[in-house]
Nanobody, 128 residues
Framework: QLQLVESGGGLVQPGGSLRLSCAAS????????IGWFRQAPGKEREGVSC????????NYADSVKGRFTISRDNAKNTVYLQMNTLKPEDTAVYYC?????????????????????WGQGTQVTVRL
């Protein structure tokens, strides 16, 4: 069974940090671009950050630039999202998605509806 599983979410105070993980089972992430997306209550899902299969290209939403870092360890079949200086507006369910093909376009635009495989999401809550 092809599956993506996110982990690492939780409750954190403003200014704190979390590291999300996206682990694949049943397939190898090496050939996929990966994106992190989030959806807050009452809002549309938005792209947070995307990374190419090699890790050589990355893209970030303006709202997280300088605070979040996407990375991947293909040997561990896992992609990470390091989130620093968290703000209450970062509160959302975070999803990862894997995309096969059209890598340049996917990473450049980080579209919220172009993943071939999606995880179930992990909740991130930022509040006092």
């Amino acid at each position: 069974q092809l599956q993506l599983v996110e982990s690492g979410g939780g409750l954190v105070q403003p200014g704190g940090s979390l590291r999300l993980s996206c682990a694949a089972s049943g397939f190898t992430l090496n050939y996929y671009s990966i994106g992190w997306f989030r959806q807050a209550p009452g809002k549309e899902r938005e792209g947070v950050s995307c990374i190419s299969s090699s890790g050589g290209s990355t893209n970030y939403a303006d709202s997280v630039k300088g605070r979040f870092t996407i990375s991947r360890d293909n040997a561990k079949n896992t992609v990470y999202l390091q989130m620093n200086t968290l703000k209450p507006e970062d509160t959302a369910v975070y999803y990862c998605a894997a995309r096969s093909g059209a890598s340049g376009w996917f990473v450049a635009h980080c579209p919220n509806n172009a993943g071939n495989y999606w995880g179930q999401g992990t909740q991130v809550t930022v509040r006092l």
